[in-house]
């Protein structure tokens, strides 16, 4: 029995052609597509798939959302993720949403179609030549958690306040403490976080989520 697929991606050329390579050995049945994310959760409640293969940028919901909606849902259909973005940001991501498998689209046909049949395994695939990247990012990941930890409550508020834009007496103001404290407290901080100013400062903190744009 085929491994039945669904292709999601804005552009029905790079539809027809993936689904013709997939098609070739009989292996793996394209049994539905969609334009955009609305219609891949459409689509999904009238078909049962096995993988679906899913671009990041699309009209109306992303790929990342529509990954989100379907973990939400508790489908179980296995998502590869088929994209042109390197960016390891985008792959950790989609890891920490709870992607399958995650692929560039200028890989080729064999490389597709063993992402599609070890992710229907049960298996998780990552692109090979993203793994390095992603370890490196892991383990910066792992090592900003940790400064984080090292702060204490009032540095934390501090540096929100700092990555909001705020300067000292502001800080001092919002928090009814000293000009003084706070300089003290953004020492600290900065020396905890490896932080030569405030700019590097507000980068880390939204880079780890302590503040939200």
Same mark, same amino acid.
């Given at each position: 029995?085929?491994?039945?697929?669904?292709?999601?991606?804005?552009?029905?050329?790079?539809?027809?052609?993936?689904?013709?390579?997939?098609? $070739?050995?009989?292996?793996?049945?394209?049994?539905?597509?969609?334009?955009?994310?609305?219609?891949?959760?459409?689509?999904?409640?009238?078909?049962?798939?096995?993988?679906?293969?899913?671009?990041?940028?699309?009209?109306?919901?992303?790929?990342?959302?529509?990954?989100?909606?379907?973990?939400?849902?508790?489908?179980?259909?296995?998502?590869?993720?088929?994209?042109?973005?390197?960016?390891?940001?985008?792959? $950790?991501?989609?890891?920490?949403?709870?992607?399958?498998?995650?692929?560039?689209?200028?890989?080729?046909?064999?490389?597709?179609?063993?992402?599609?049949?070890?992710?229907?395994?049960?298996?998780?695939?990552?692109?090979?030549?993203?793994?390095?990247?992603?370890?490196?990012?892991?383990?910066?990941?792992?090592?900003?958690?940790?400064?984080?930890?090292?702060?204490?409550?009032?540095?934390?508020? $501090?540096?929100?306040?700092?990555?909001?834009?705020?300067?000292?007496?502001?800080?001092?103001?919002?928090?009814?403490?000293?000009?003084?404290?706070?300089?003290?407290?953004?020492?600290?901080?900065?020396?905890? $976080?490896?932080?030569?100013?405030?700019?590097?400062?507000?980068?880390?903190?939204?880079?780890?989520?302590?503040?939200?744009?």
């Amino acid at each position: 029995m085929p491994v039945k697929v669904i292709l999601t991606d804005d552009h029905s050329m790079i539809r027809e052609g993936i689904k013709q390579l997939l098609e $070739i050995t009989g292996e793996i049945e394209v049994i539905g597509e969609a334009a955009d994310g609305l219609e891949c959760l459409a689509l999904l409640k009238k078909v049962k798939a096995d993988v679906l293969l899913l671009d990041i940028n699309m009209p109306n919901m992303n790929g990342l959302q529509v990954l989100e909606k379907i973990n939400r849902a508790q489908n179980d259909v296995k998502v590869l993720m088929l994209t042109v973005h390197n960016e390891i940001e985008y792959l $950790i991501k989609a890891i920490d949403i709870g992607i399958d498998g995650y692929l560039l689209k200028d890989s080729g046909s064999e490389e597709l179609r063993k992402a599609i049949f070890s992710i229907y395994n049960g298996e998780k695939y990552i692109q090979p030549e993203l793994t390095p990247l992603l370890n490196q990012k892991l383990v910066e990941k792992e090592s900003d958690l940790d400064k984080i930890h090292s702060l204490t409550k009032r540095e934390l508020q $501090i540096l929100k306040l700092i990555a909001e834009g705020l300067f000292n007496k502001e800080i001092g103001d919002r928090l009814n403490i000293s000009e003084r404290t706070v300089k003290n407290h953004v020492f600290n901080l900065f020396k905890k $976080i490896d932080a030569s100013d405030r700019t590097q400062a507000a980068v880390f903190a939204i880079r780890n989520n302590v503040v939200d744009l």
